[in-house]
């Protein structure tokens, strides 16, 4: 009973935490008018691409991250960035590797962002979604060896990073 009451501390001290942190978040992203545009209609489209709509859901993030300049790091154009490039990932439309090298430099921005570094769940996300971006791109047939022995490489280093990022905040998940 005393290891299930600890679980269950354990289990909403991790919850109230991250909550604490998704405020503060998003707090950051509306903190100014284009934010609030950019993060409406980041809103938008991830409606569009819950529908399957990835086209729609593409051409709004795209509207988004107009938005911003290229020199906006802020957590609103990090945000933009991120669910571009997650969209760009899951997009059949164009060619695969095109989508994949784009939303790699996507979200390598995004990680750029101060904002989003200090959040520790958004950080081990960019981190986590560019590792899963990479691994597609060493699977493309124009991929040489070493190239690809390169990119698994970066992948499994920042998939690393994200779970030690994840390890510092504590216990997490539901008990056993």
């Given at each position: 009973?005393?290891?299930?009451?600890?679980?269950?501390?354990?289990?909403?001290?991790?919850v109230w935490?991250?909550?604490l942190?998704?405020?503060?978040?998003?707090?950051a992203?509306?903190?100014?008018?284009?934010?609030?545009?950019?993060d409406?209609?980041?809103?938008?489209?991830?409606?569009?691409?819950?529908?399957?709509?990835?086209?729609?859901?593409?051409?709004?993030?795209?509207?988004?991250?107009?938005?911003?300049?290229a020199?906006?790091?802020?957590?609103?154009?990090?945000g933009?960035r991120?669910?571009?490039?997650?969209?760009?990932?899951d997009?059949?439309?164009?060619?695969h590797?095109?989508?994949?090298?784009?939303?790699?430099?996507?979200?390598r921005?995004?990680?750029?962002?101060?904002?989003?570094?200090?959040?520790?769940?958004?950080?081990?996300?960019?981190?986590?979604?560019?590792?899963?971006?990479?691994?597609?791109?060493?699977?493309?047939?124009?991929?040489?060896?070493?190239?690809?022995?390169?990119?698994?490489?970066?992948?499994?280093?920042?998939?690393?990073?994200?779970?030690?990022?994840?390890?510092?905040?504590?216990?997490?998940g539901?008990?056993a």
């Amino acid at each position: 009973m005393v290891t299930d009451n600890y679980r269950l501390q354990l289990l909403l001290k991790s919850v109230w935490q991250y909550a604490l942190e998704e405020t503060q978040y998003t707090t950051a992203i509306r903190s100014t008018p284009i934010g609030q545009q950019s993060d409406d209609i980041r809103w938008r489209a991830k409606v569009q691409k819950d529908s399957g709509q990835i086209e729609a859901s593409c051409r709004l993030y795209e509207e988004a991250l107009r938005l911003h300049g290229a020199d906006d790091d802020s957590a609103a154009a990090a945000g933009a960035r991120h669910d571009l490039a997650e969209t760009l990932t899951d997009r059949h439309l164009g060619l695969h590797v095109e989508n994949l090298l784009r939303a790699q430099v996507l979200y390598r921005r995004a990680q750029r962002s101060t904002e989003r570094e200090r959040n520790p769940s958004r950080s081990a996300m960019t981190r986590a979604s560019l590792a899963s971006c990479l691994r597609g791109l060493a699977g493309m047939p124009m991929v040489d060896a070493k190239h690809e022995r390169k990119l698994l490489d970066e992948a499994q280093e920042l998939l690393r990073e994200a779970i030690r990022i994840d390890e510092r905040r504590g216990p997490a998940g539901l008990p056993a």
